[in-house]
Antibody
Framework: QITLKESGPTLVKPTQTLTLTCTFSGFSLSTSGVGVGWIRQPPGKALEWLALIYWDDDKRYSPSLKSRLTITKDTSKNQVVLTMTNMDPVDTATYYC??????????WGQGTLVTVSS | AIRMTQSPSSFSASTGDRVTITCRASQGISSYLAWYQQKPGKAPKLLIYAASTLQSGVPSRFSGSGSGTDFTLTISCLQSEDFATYYCQQYYSYPITFGQGTRLEIK
């Protein structure tokens, strides 16, 4: 059974850096073609893809957010970490981590709501 | 970035209806398209990938078709549990992009 779970702060202040951790099980990030990425969804709005890291450490970012995002992995811990700098209220959203297989998103975490407010 | 446009944005239907949702890509994406279903407060769920391949465990009343720029998701006989929001997503090139969603409501 494949599971992913997001963890991190639920409230951050403007200008702060957000750090989210995805802890997963049921698959290995050492397997060819497998990646773990992040997608967000502001309340009542559509999905927005953010970043992805592959088994071979290839990293992909949304161009509109690339300057603010960093994605890393710890294969031994089955974790992927996303950092987003200079948070703003418009970044308030549910953040999902998800298993990608050659860019198709097969399995999603439950999501974590992050609110940006002073 | 490739823009994905879904139509309609929302509509109402009745249990038992056959419904079709369309998704258009701003440039050709071959068959690198997936469809997801999302219910309120829940994560999206993969229904179809590679434009027409049904994900394991998804009921056969769901089907997908298309290639290039025009795609459709069809639900052959709506069930109560199908009322949700549906998203298309292209993975032909980065950044991965989603459509704006189609909200399917009970008539």
């Amino acid at each position: 059974q494949i599971t992913l779970k997001e963890s991190g702060p639920t409230l951050v202040k403007p200008t702060q850096t957000l750090t989210l951790t995805c802890t997963f099980s049921g698959f290995s990030l050492s397997t060819s073609g497998v990646g773990v990425g992040w997608i967000r969804q502001p309340p009542g709005k559509a999905l927005e893809w953010l970043a992805l890291i592959y088994w071979d450490d290839d990293k992909r970012y949304s161009p509109s957010l690339k300057s603010r995002l960093t994605i890393t992995k710890d294969t031994s811990k089955n974790q992927v970490v996303l950092t987003m700098t200079n948070m703003d209220p418009v970044d308030t959203a549910t953040y999902y981590c998800a298993q990608h297989i050659v860019a198709t998103i097969f399995n999603w975490g439950q999501g974590t709501l992050v609110t940006v407010s002073s | 970035a490739i823009r994905m446009t879904q139509s309609p944005s929302s509509f109402s239907a009745s249990t038992g209806d056959r419904v079709t949702i369309t998704c258009r890509a701003s440039q050709g994406i071959s068959s690198y398209l997936a469809w997801y279903q999302q219910k309120p407060g829940k994560a999206p769920k993969l229904l179809i990938y590679a434009a027409s391949t049904l994900q394991s465990g998804v009921p056969s009343r769901f089907s997908g078709s298309g290639s290039g720029t025009d795609f459709t998701l069809t639900i052959s006989c709506l069930q109560s549990e199908d009322f949700a929001t549906y998203y298309c997503q292209q993975y032909y090139s980065y950044p991965i992009t989603f459509g704006q969603g189609t909200r399917l409501e009970i008539k």
